[in-house]
């Protein structure tokens, strides 16, 4: 069984702290951790940590507020935390101790958050300019909008106080996107587990078998050997289903003879995996289905083996929107030079998505795919997920009319998660197979 790992080494976080201090200037970045939700009434949903506010302190409580600022050159962080509260704790557990928490992190100065309208004004009396996530925390908003009309009314003589608001991601994002050796290994971790559960999925594929029965197998692994569950909604879409980019409600019955798309992840850590695989419930494709399954793995393929440093990410895009094309020929469904038909988008009917996303803390992670035009360039430490895929819905029988009748209802996915190396890649999901344990018909 697959253990969570340790938490966060402490000279870790401190290197996190350096890079994203580093950049502020004489402005603070205040992150809050994420609010408690409600499915209904008093009935809380599970809690998820805010993963800036985490990857920045390693912190998962709620009612946590860190600010950073930089002093000499070297990041301080003020941590604000939720004093203990016997009460509270007897329904919901009990509260980490404050000092123990600002000992974990690191924190320069500790603070019960019942402080803070009396200690972060000072404090932003100090910045020029705020990093905050807006539309999160009305009370913490409000004490930057006070310091901000403060700064408007006598900044002009003194000088101080802060005249700007800016998203922290404008810091973070990028910090985020290159991962170090801690976060490769969660994602790792997770994407063993992962691939544990899809093979015991694997092994309950039968006509009539229930979606739900699948996601429930899967999902059963994804917590049982140690991961916090599943890392965003699973898909188990059979038949059509699989046309529906972001199915979810998997509650059809698999019939003979159908392909059921799986698009699910772990989590270990709050760190995600990503994964999709299409079966034949049979076991078998037909004539059609396999022509299909192979013109979409052939693209995954050859989208792995166009990630290497310096490559751009839309080169990996156009190396699956080439072989993709190439296939929508061969299957008479599109006429005419790939080349021409590449440039004109002609395969966006059947493949309406982009081949990648970042993957991290979240499923879509953060991190600009490009500025002003030009595609992001890939560099040792970036994870990114590969899935190519072809879809014969609504769309595809717009385009094709009579051509795509045959296909139908067919919808083929196959993604892997890809760490960029210093010499290439490495797929992190590459042992689960795309082919080869089930026979064409």
Known sequence: MTHRLDPVPPERLRARQQAAAAPLGSGAMILPAAPVQYRSHDTERPYRADSELFWLTGLTAPGVVAVLRAEAGEPHLTLFVPPRDPKEELWSGPRPDPEAVGEQVGADQLHPTTAMSEVLPKILDESDSVYIRLGGNESLESLVVEALRRSRGRGQRRGTGPRRVVDPGEILDELRLRKDPYEVER???????????????????????????????????????????????????????????????????????????????????????????????????????????????????????????????????????????????????????????????????????????????????????????????????????????????????????????????????????????????????????????????
């Open 187 to 441: 994602i790792r971790q997770a994407a063993a587990i992962t691939l544990r559960g899809f093979r015991a999925l694997e092994a309950e594929l039968a006509p009539g078998v229930p979606e739900w029965r699948l996601q429930a197998v899967l999902e059963s692994v994804f917590r049982g050997e140690g991961g916090d569950g599943p890392a965003y909604p699973s898909i188990v879409a059979s038949g059509s289903n699989a046309c529906v980019l972001h199915y979810a409600a998997n509650d059809r019955v698999a019939g003979p003879g159908d392909l059921v798309l799986v698009d699910a992840g772990a989590a270990v850590g709050l760190y995600a995996a990503d994964v999709t695989r299409t079966y034949p419930v049979s076991r078998r494709f037909t004539p059609e289905q396999g022509a299909v399954y192979e013109v979409v793995d052939q693209a995954r393929h050859a989208a792995v083996e166009a990630i290497r440093p310096g490559t751009s990410i839309e080169e990996v895009h156009v190396a699956a929107v080439t072989r993709i094309t190439e296939g929508l020929v061969e299957l008479g469904l599109l006429e005419g030079e790939v080349e021409g038909l590449v440039e004109q988008e002609a395969h966006k009917p059947f493949f309406p998505h982009q081949t990648s996303h970042w993957l991290g803390l979240d499923v879509h992670d953060v991190g600009a795919y490009g500025r002003a035009g030009v595609s992001r360039v890939l560099e040792p430490g970036m994870v990114l997920t590969v899935e190519p895929g072809l879809y014969f819905g609504a769309g595809a029988m717009d385009a094709a009319a009579e051509k795509a009748g045959r296909y139908a209802g067919l919808g083929v996915r196959l993604e892997d998660d890809v760490l960029v190396t210093p010499d290439g890649w490495e797929n992190l999901t590459g042992a689960l197979p795309t082919a080869g344990w089930v026979q064409p018909g």
